[in-house]
């Protein structure tokens, strides 16, 4: 078991996004989504595999366990998500690394050691598994 740990930078502009868009869609069904569209995802973990039956890659999101008694007064840095990863298994992961970049990339897990592939690698990775 891995335990992989990233700076959830920014949460609390996705949570009081997602908290205006919920209470004005109760009132008006689908104007708070209107209004403030979708924010995409500045981080995750998916679990992927091949799947033989279907010749297709599939992947599942993974959610994480939150930590914030690091977090600063309106949760803005601080935060932390702890994904636990299993050993033999390939993920993707997006992780916050400064307010405007993120480090996106494949990994699998050896030996409770995050080893890094390219997207090629992978697939060769998870079809030859």
Known sequence: M????LECIGDN????TKFYTDNINSLIPGLGSL???DMPDRYFVYEI???RKNYDIKKR????????TKAN?????????????ENGK????????????SDHYF?????????????????????NT
């Open 2 to 5: 891995y335990l992989l740990k």
């Open 13 to 16: 502009v996705r949570a009081q």
């Open 35 to 37: 209004a403030f569209g």
């Open 49 to 51: 595999w091949y799947e």
């Open 61 to 68: 999101k993974l959610y994480p366990k939150k930590d914030y």
């Open 73 to 85: 007064s309106v949760g803005s840095r601080g935060v932390y998500a702890f994904y636990f990863l």
């Open 90 to 101: 390939v993920y993707e992961v997006k992780k916050p690394t400064s307010w405007k970049s």
């Open 107 to 127: 990994c699998r897990i050896e030996n409770n050691q995050e080893v890094k592939m390219s997207a090629e690698e992978t697939i060769k990775w998870l079809r």
